[in-house]
């Protein structure tokens, strides 16, 4: 398979804190891949590298081919991001987040309106195209950010926390979006705090102070460390951590 990410001893410190210590992995095109660690491992700061918005101290690293620390303003245009909050404006209507994501993600003026309409029929959101994003339900606000997320088919998709504040409904029905695009051979790379979801994953990494402690698929690390549940395996790690913010 085509590698989508490719990170070498990346490192990242502030001052005499390192945030990011020599962490290498690769990720796989159309590769579901969790992002896991608690809150001080480093995580943000590594996904923050990867999406070409904070310079390595250290290490080398591409997504979707580009050079992080080179080429970063290829790698804006060839990914796709969602945050826990949405990413969406609230006060701009349906069609209007669409038209302005669109913009932003380099789509050509003529093809704005007609793909805007598409997406809008696809998601079933036609009479919801001049509601604003605030009077949505959740859901269908996290389903709308989803979709402007990869308007633009983006090489590699980044979901940090996508799933958090949501019921589990909503939850297994935002999973099925990320398997149905994995399977248009768009990367997925998330972070979440559910360890629910870190099974519906390819493979899973735990980061700890930093450092990558464990990387390989949900059933493999599970025998490894001879337990029934990723989460079981999360707080085994979490537990050795050092440090208390990231």
């Known amino acids: 398979m085509d590698k989508a990410i490719v990170v070498n001893n990346l490192t990242k410190r502030f001052g005499n804190f390192t945030a990011v210590d020599n962490i290498s992995f690769e990720v796989e095109k159309g590769e579901v891949f969790g992002f896991l660690g608690a809150n001080g491992a480093g995580k943000t700061t590594a996904m923050r590298m ?15 081919g580009f050079d992080i620390r080179r080429q970063s303003e290829k790698i804006k245009k060839n990914i796709g991001y969602m945050s826990q ?34 997406l ?6 036609e009479s919801e195209r001049n509601t604003y994003v605030k009077e949505l339900p959740l ?8 979709s402007v997320a990869i308007f633009h088919e983006p ?8 799933t958090g504040g949501v019921d589990p409904i909503t939850r297994r029905q935002f999973w099925e979006m990320i398997a149905q695009t994995a399977e248009r051979g768009i990367t997925v790379f998330v972070t979440t705090h559910y360890m629910d979801e870190a099974e519906y994953c390819n493979r899973v990494s735990i980061m700890v102070d930093g450092k990558i ?17 990723i989460d079981d395996i999360f707080y085994q790690l979490a537990r050795k951590a050092q440090r208390q913010a990231d």
């Open 120 to 125: 809008l029929a696809e998601l079933g959101f």
């Open 155 to 162: 090489k590699v998709l980044f979901l940090d926390e996508p």
């Open 50 to 64: 990867l999406c070409g918005l904070v310079k390595p101290t250290l290490g080398e690293a591409t997504v979707a």
């Open 85 to 118: 909050k949405f990413a969406l404006y609230e006060d701009l209507k349906v069609w209007e987040n669409i038209k302005l994501f669109a913009g932003i993600y380099g789509i050509k003026r003529k093809e704005i309106i007609p793909k805007t309409n598409e």
């Open 213 to 229: 402690e464990a990387l390989d698929t949900p059933r493999a690390l599970k025998e490894r460390f001879n337990s029934n549940s």
């Open 139 to 146: 859901g269908w606000r996290q389903k709308l950010a989803f």
